[in-house]
């Protein structure tokens, strides 16, 4: 008895300090997001406003609506073509025979690995030369080939649950593979290719060195970069600017994990447990 009251002690315990270890950044966040001075700790002097909020939403300098609009795009456009992509390879690795399939999936493993920052030289100079450099097409493409990957790996483990049994019977029965795929497979594993958009979705949306590099000024450059570029009028670092556009744009990325976390936990531990 006395054990497992101190297992429950424990475990409290280590929740509370993960709840204070996770949420105290974003409190801090929103502290300084609404003060007037973000060094009232210093002068001892807090003023609640919201004008950090209206500023960065109506001074046209900031762009702050612009770099929202651009990632929602980009994020968006990506996720949905990577998600068919990889559902499209998906099914192939899974079902069908082919010489070098286990080296496919081994070297799509192996090249995720690489860090962004080995290729990023290479692909500015490509981007340049093919004049892409600021528009959505220098981030789209990139992020697709990014993001594919983790998206093949997690519809894998959606498709290697479905038996090959109802593939067989819809080819009986006259189906082609494209049929089954569309009418068949992918109605079935609908819950995993929700989570595969919204987890790329997420990803896209959260990237920063790609569209530090590969972009160049508001038409383009998403969120996380142009936030990091806001500039006060003498050159200092508007703390209050920046908190307050990290937390308008920290909203969609908060909803879609509250409002589908059950199929995002899904899509990431999907195949986890061998049934």
């Known amino acids: 008895m006395k054990e497992e009251r101190l297992k429950k002690i424990i475990l409290y315990f280590g929740l509370f300090f993960l709840l204070i270890f996770c ?73 069908l025979n082919f010489p070098g399939k286990i080296f496919i999936i081994l070297s799509v493993l192996a090249l995720s690995m690489l860090p962004q920052i080995s290729i990023i030289g290479y692909l500015y100079e490509f981007m340049s030369d093919i004049g892409l450099i600021n528009t959505y097409n220098a981030l789209i493409f990139p992020y697709i080939a990014w993001c594919l990957p983790l998206g093949l790996w997690m519809l894998l483990s959606y498709f290697s649950q479905i038996p090959d049994e109802i593939d067989k019977a819809a080819l009986i029965d006259g189906a082609n593979r494209l049929q089954i795929l ?40 998403t969120i996380p970069v142009g936030i990091a570029l806001f500039e006060g009028l003498h050159g200092e670092i508007p703390w209050g600017y920046i908190m307050a556009a990290s937390v308008i744009s920290s909203i969609p990325v908060i909803l879609i994990a509250l409002f589908f976390q059950k199929y995002i936990i899904q899509g990431l531990t999907g195949g986890a447990v061998k049934e």
Request: some cysteine.
């Open 182 to 221: 569309f009418k068949i497979i992918l109605p079935i594993i609908l819950p995993g290719l929700l989570a595969t958009i919204l987890l790329l979705f997420i990803f896209s949306f959260n990237e920063f060195l790609f569209a530090l590099m590969l972009t160049t000024d508001y038409r383009a450059r």
């Open 23 to 95: 949420l105290m950044p974003v409190c801090w966040m929103i502290v300084i997001s609404l003060s007037k001075s973000p060094d009232f700790l210093i002068n001892g002097n807090f003023v609640l406003t919201i004008k950090n909020y209206l500023d960065i939403l109506k001074v046209k300098n900031l762009h702050f609506l612009d770099y929202l609009k651009n990632s929602l795009i980009v994020s968006s456009i990506t996720a949905i073509f990577s998600t068919i992509i990889a559902a499209l390879a998906a099914y192939a690795i899974s079902r």
